[in-house]
Structure formats: C-alpha cells, structure tokens
C-alpha cells in the first residue's frame, strides 16, 4: 500500500514531469523511474525512448521548463512513455495508459491466464474498472508537436492532417511512378520534377516491364475476387455467427486456445477453434502475435469427400478488422480437422486489440463444393 500511496500523491502534488533520468536524490522519482525501466524492457522498447514533446532545442533550460514540455511528462502513457494519439486509458489510481499499451497488458494477462494488473501500481484492470480519461485525451490533442518533415510545430489534432496534406516537405512520388520513375522527393518539388520527368517519353518497350508488373498486382486482386464470386454461387452456402471463448485445459495449460460452440451446416456439426502463434511455446518471447483457426467437423462428413470453402469476415456483432481470404479444405470420415488457417488481419496491433478482448465474435461462410467439379 505504501508504494501505491507514494505513486498516487506524487503525482497530485508534484507537477514536475517524472522523466527516466530524475535526480537520483528524490526516492519516489527513482521508484519511478526503475518501474519505467522495467516496463520498458517488458514491452521491448529501446532504452533511448524519452517523451516525444516537441522542443525547439532540448539542450536549453528555457525549454525544460516550458509548460507543455512538463504537461508532456504528466500526461505520457506511463508505459511506452510516449503522448497517447488517441484513447487514454487509466487504472483506479488514475495511472495513463495509451490504447496500445492497454490492449497489450490485457493480451498479456490473457496469454498467461493471469489477471492484468497496472504495470505501475499493480491494482487490477478490467475493461470495467478502467475508465477514459477523456480531460487527458483533449489536452494532450492540444499540446504542440513537431512535423516530422519539416521541423515546425503544430496543436496534435492538426498535426497528422498537416502531415499527411499540408506540408510542403511531406514525401511524394512521381505521378510517373507507374510506368517505372523512381523520383522520390518532397511535395514542394514535385510539379518542378513532374514537368520534366523524362518518363512519359520513353519508348513503350522500356515502359512495358513496369506496365506489366501493374497487371500482375491487379490480376492477385481479380483472382480474389473471383474466387469470392464463385463461394457465394454455390448451390449450398451458409453462414454463422461465432463467439469464441477462451479455454485451457490440462494439455493446453499456459496456451490460449479459443473454442466456438457447436454449429450445423450442410446437414453436419462444425466448430472452429483459434491458436495464438501456432502453438509455440515461447510466445511471451516473441513480439509478433498472429492468431489462425480450424474448422473441425464434428460428425459424418455429408458425403465421403465432403469439400468445404469458407471464409472469415467481421460480421455484425464483432469488430475484427480481417482482410480477404478463402480456405478450401476437404473433409473424410478420418480427416476430420481442417487446416490451420493465418487470419490475414489488417495490422498487428489488431492482434492484441482482439486478445484484449474476452471472446472474439465474427463470421464464418460456408460453401460446399460440388465434387463433380474436380
Ligand atoms: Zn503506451
Ligand atoms: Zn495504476
Ligand atoms: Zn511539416
Ligand atoms: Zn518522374
């Protein structure tokens, strides 16, 4: 209780940011500053990462002092100590925790079937007991940053606007690109490089090679959706909803699998599990999370060769982000479990947004192939 009380009032009453290199004198900064020190290692992140507060010249004292340099250091996620771009999240003792961070701590606790705790006081966090910090969130919005272009500051809530259209040094291609320039440079010298790109006067043969490569990138997405077309023409078709919940058994102790009850389809009993990283057993070792998933059937297969296709898609009551894919697997009466399929989600940080979650909610369509067709 001591350490917890020592947090929570230092951060009260003592307005001076609490950065990693505090003076070694103040016994509750150095707390601090080891707790800072272990999340760090825990979450990977280089030793050299500090608050990302713009300052025009951090040698200067003047800039040390400036307001939003120590708002910066009170209202940084406590974990990655970086300014939380979007949801603030905190524990019971008001410790900040970005969106990422928090999904992380939970996909953690999960992972090792232990309940999560603030990496900081190490209260109990629940997606009931933590609350937004929506005060946090507007602030930090408000406070200055800088380009990461051209070097100016700007208020965070127009700085990835400015960024991404605005700045005059923000990273552009030649329109020219398609057909094979390689210019890279800055929005303001685009129209200059534009006007006397020497690609567009290039013979077709020289062009030719970067044309087809175009085709090619083209040609994947069609066979994508063309084998789309060809799942919702089928004479049998069906969809579930699905909620998968976590499960451990004995075998599986200190793994994460995720189990979906029973459903029917095709006149035959299906289930789908899901796996964290294939199974591997030093998945707290590794940084990249990727979760698959199994269909199983649970019954006779409807015909001796019993070929089913199906896709994952985010459905109406659930919110993974998941991108194009279809599986064909081929069911018998001894081959009963399907392949372990990657789910193609759309960015990694997805992966521990979903085991953030207790259960994972999507939809399942399935097709049954006719064997004729083979
Ligand atoms: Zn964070
Ligand atoms: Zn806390
Ligand atoms: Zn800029
Ligand atoms: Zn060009």
Not at 72 to 94: A, E, F, R, W
Not at 155 to 181: F, M, V, W
Request: proline share 6%.
């Amino acid at each position: 209780m001591a350490e917890e009380n020592s947090v929570v009032s230092e951060q009260q009453v003592n307005p001076a940011p609490r950065v990693a290199e505090a003076a070694p004198s103040d016994p509750n900064t150095i707390e601090d500053s080891v707790n800072k020190k272990k999340n760090e290692q825990a979450f990977k992140l280089p030793p050299s990462k500090k608050l990302c507060v713009a300052t025009t010249s951090s040698a200067d004292d003047d800039d040390k002092n400036k307001l939003e340099v120590r708002l910066g250091g009170i209202l940084c996620c406590t974990v990655c100590l970086d300014l939380p771009k979007t949801t603030v999240y905190q524990c019971s003792n008001g410790h900040l925790m970005c969106a990422g961070c928090f999904n992380h701590v939970m996909a953690d606790a999960r992972i090792k079937d232990d309940a999560p705790t603030c990496p900081n006081c190490r209260v109990e966090l629940s997606r009931s007991v933590c609350t937004r910090n929506l005060a946090v969130e507007k602030a930090v919005s408000e406070l200055p940053a800088e380009c990461a272009h051209c070097g100016e500051n700007f208020s965070r809530n127009s700085l990835d606007n400015h960024e991404a259209k605005l700045c005059p040094n923000r990273p552009a291609t030649c329109q020219y690109s398609i057909i094979g320039c390689s210019w890279n440079g800055h929005e303001k010298d685009l129209t200059e490089h534009e006007a006397e790109c020497k690609q567009p006067t290039l013979p077709g043969s020289e062009i030719l090679p970067h044309v087809r490569r175009q085709a090619e990138t083209a040609d994947k997405e069609t066979v994508k959706f063309e084998k789309y077309m060809s799942l919702l023409s089928l004479e049998k078709i069906t969809f579930t909803d699905l909620q998968l919940r976590p499960y451990r058994t004995e075998e599986y102790c200190n793994r994460l699998y995720y189990e979906s009850t029973r459903f029917s389809a095709f006149g035959c009993m299906f289930s789908v599990n899901m796996r964290l990283n294939d199974d591997r057993r030093d998945i707290h070792l590794l940084s990249e999370r990727y979760l698959s998933y199994q269909v199983v059937l649970r019954s006779k297969p409807a015909t001796p060769r019993f070929i089913i296709i199906h896709t994952v898609v985010r459905g109406p009551y659930g919110n993974m982000k998941v991108n194009p894919h279809i599986v064909h697997h081929e069911f018998t009466e001894h081959v009963t479990e399907g392949i372990w399929t990657k789910l193609p989600l759309t960015d990694k940080a997805e992966c521990n947004r979903l085991l953030a979650n207790r259960n994972m909610d999507f939809r399942i369509i399935l097709g049954q192939q006719p064997v004729t067709d083979f």
